[in-house]
Structures are given as C-alpha cells and as structure tokens.
Nanobody
C-alpha cells in the first residue's frame, strides 16, 4: 500500500518561497511518476507539475518559471520548490501518483496561503 503525506505548506507574503514535500511509503517510489496538483477556493483542481522516474519534468505553462519539481529516490520523497509566490498561488496542494495497478493515490493536501 502506497501512502502519500504532504508537508511544508503555510502562510507567506507575496514574493516569498516555500518548499513542499511529499513523503511516500512503500518500495516502488523510484518506479512511479509523481505529480503535484493544487486546488484554489472555488476552482477545479489543476496539475502543477510532474516528474517521471527518469527525472523528466513537466509544468503548467503559467508556473514553469517559478516552480521546480524534484525527487529524492533515497528518501522516497518528491518536492515542489515555489518561488516568487503570488496571492493567486493560494491553494491546497496535493501530491498524486498512479500505481502500476492503475490505482491513483492522493495525499491529504497541504495548504498554502500567500498574502499581498
């Protein structure tokens, strides 16, 4: 059973930075693509970034200049470094993966609030 636990959210002023972490249980972390999604109040959940087992990364076009996704296979952890944060980045950020069986796993989310 793979479980995802996010951490690192909080409140920050515009222009600040945060690094989110997604700790993953189980032995298959190095074989699975990891994704970060976010959901702002009143909006649909959107894909922020993804990273494959081979470290190929993709980003939402509007975020690629400020956000960086990475992974540490030794720690079974994925990260999302967020720079130059804006109030519109305020959202709950979720870690996600799809297991080899096809099942999706989501973390519980970590809230990010950016004040102007």
């Amino acid at each position: 059973q793979v479980e995802l636990v996010e951490s690192g959210g909080g409140s920050v002023q515009a222009g600040g930075s945060l690094r989110l972490s997604c700790a993953t249980s189980g032995d298959i972390f190095r074989y699975i693509t990891m994704r970060w999604y976010r959901q702002a109040p009143g909006k649909q959940r959107e894909l922020v970034a993804s990273i494959t087992p081979g470290d190929v990364t993709t980003y939402a076009d509007s975020l690629k200049d400020r956000f960086t996704i990475s992974r540490d296979n030794a720690k079974n952890t994925a990260y999302l470094q967020m720079m130059s944060l804006k109030p519109e980045d305020t959202a709950v950020y979720y870690c996600n993966t799809r297991l080899p069986s096809g099942l999706q796993r989501w973390g519980q989310g970590t809230a990010v609030t950016v004040s102007s």
